[in-house]
């Protein structure tokens, strides 16, 4: 097949870059469901604290770019929740004539409440656009030998400025997104995911002491996967650590969860326990990253290419 002919289209979450637009956003997220007006309020407070509006979408179309100036085709961009929605990569990619198509969630465990409808909305959008690629849905890739080896990268960074203030070692809690733990029960492979994804991140970086907690819990009265960050950090206290490295694995870019939940909440939280949290850098578009989904794409277009 003509190289011309095949592409790689990345989702994500999709995020608001202006506060006006955080309620559209919010409706988005919920299936048309409205929020209680106070929690609006509290969501549109922290995307003001983080500077008005998330830079998710920026550094999607960045990672896009690398990503194909790498592999030598083209690579779309689709969020599910906000600009550019999935419906209008499906649209474009039709449009490009693109025939073959190896999709990559910008989410690297696999859940059900993720890239469950990552691959619903995608779906969807192909039917109404009543156009035939042939897909190559990347169902989860947490455990690429290049993803570890990225994550890796940054968390010994981190440790090297973190213990030059410290003089002693770190302990580092490794995050990721929660999910409702009735998702789990019914057999979801995530939450096992993410254990693997910190365990090889911490094998790679030679780590002794560290653990994994979540974050980000919906607004609802459900119970949600744990322990949860808060917890990870009174155990700390407890212990008489005043010092912990927080490693988002689950989240690959920077977001509102990354840039509120941790570096603020988490942080204020903190502090009221005698513990300093510090984090490290997110993936964003750093080579190591853009060399993952190179591996990632590449593995399931060599054929094609052939």
């Not at 600009?83 to 198509?101: S, T, W």
């Given at each position: 097949?003509?190289?011309?002919?095949?592409?790689?289209?990345?989702?994500?979450?999709?995020?608001?870059?202006?506060?006006?637009?955080?309620?559209?956003?919010?409706?988005?997220?919920?299936?048309?469901?409205?929020?209680?007006?106070?929690?609006?309020?509290?969501?549109?407070?922290?995307?003001?604290?983080?500077?008005?509006?998330?830079?998710?979408?920026?550094?999607?179309?960045?990672?896009?770019?690398?990503?194909?100036?790498?592999?030598?085709?083209?690579?779309?961009?689709?969020?599910?929740?906000?600009?550019?929605?999935?419906?209008?990569?499906?649209?474009?990619?039709?449009?490009?004539?693109?025939?073959?198509?190896?999709?990559?969630?910008?989410?690297?465990?696999?859940?059900?409440?993720?890239?469950?409808?990552?691959?619903?909305?995608?779906?969807?959008?192909?039917?109404?656009?009543?156009?035939?690629?042939?897909?190559?849905?990347?169902?989860?890739?947490?455990?690429?030998?290049?993803?570890?080896?990225?994550?890796?990268?940054?968390?010994a960074a981190?440790?090297?400025?973190?213990?030059?203030?410290?003089?002693?070692?770190?302990?580092?809690?490794?995050?990721?997104?929660?999910?409702?733990?009735?998702?789990?029960?019914?057999?979801?492979?995530?939450?096992?995911?993410?254990?693997?994804?910190?365990?090889f991140?911490?094998k790679?970086?030679?780590?002794?002491?560290?653990?994994?907690?979540?974050?980000?819990?919906?607004?609802?009265?459900?119970?949600?996967?744990?322990?949860?960050?808060?917890?990870?950090?009174?155990?700390?206290?407890?212990?008489?650590?005043?010092?912990?490295?927080?490693?988002?694995?689950?989240?690959?870019?920077?977001?509102v969860?990354?840039?509120?939940?941790?570096?603020?909440?988490?942080?204020?939280?903190?502090?009221g326990?005698?513990?300093?949290?510090?984090?490290?850098?997110?993936?964003?578009?750093?080579?190591?990253?853009?060399?993952?989904?190179?591996?990632?794409?590449?593995?399931?277009?060599?054929?094609?290419?052939?």
């Amino acid at each position: 097949m003509a190289a011309d002919k095949w592409a790689v289209l990345l989702l994500a979450h999709g995020a608001p870059d202006r506060l006006e637009d955080v309620p559209e956003f919010l409706l988005n997220v919920r299936g048309g469901r409205t929020l209680p007006e106070h929690a609006v309020k509290e969501i549109v407070h922290r995307y003001r604290l983080i500077g008005g509006g998330s830079p998710l979408a920026m550094i999607t179309i960045r990672q896009a770019k690398a990503l194909a100036d790498r592999l030598g085709c083209r690579v779309y961009v689709g969020m599910r929740n906000w600009k550019p929605f999935i419906a209008d990569a499906v649209r474009q990619l039709d449009e490009d004539g693109v025939e073959r198509l190896v999709v990559i969630c910008l989410a690297p465990q696999n859940s059900r409440t993720s890239i469950g409808l990552y691959r619903k909305h995608l779906t969807q959008a192909i039917e109404e656009q009543a156009c035939h690629p042939r897909v190559d849905f990347v169902e989860s890739w947490h455990d690429t030998s290049e993803l570890i080896a990225a994550f890796s990268e940054k968390v010994a960074a981190a440790l090297e400025r973190i213990e030059e203030v410290t003089e002693e070692p770190v302990p580092i809690v490794f995050t990721a997104h929660s999910v409702p733990q009735r998702t789990i029960d019914e057999g979801d492979s995530y939450q096992a995911q993410v254990m693997e994804t910190a365990s090889f991140v911490a094998k790679r970086s030679g780590l002794d002491d560290w653990r994994v907690a979540f974050q980000s819990q919906g607004m609802t009265a459900e119970p949600w996967v744990g322990p949860a960050v808060e917890t990870e950090i009174d155990r700390l206290a407890v212990a008489g650590r005043r010092h912990a490295l927080l490693v988002p694995i689950s989240f690959v870019s920077d977001n509102v969860e990354i840039l509120y939940d941790v570096d603020i909440a988490f942080r204020q939280y903190g502090q009221g326990k005698g513990v300093t949290v510090w984090r490290s850098e997110s993936l964003n578009d750093s080579p190591l990253f853009i060399a993952a989904l190179v591996a990632v794409a590449s593995a399931r277009m060599q054929p094609a290419r052939l």
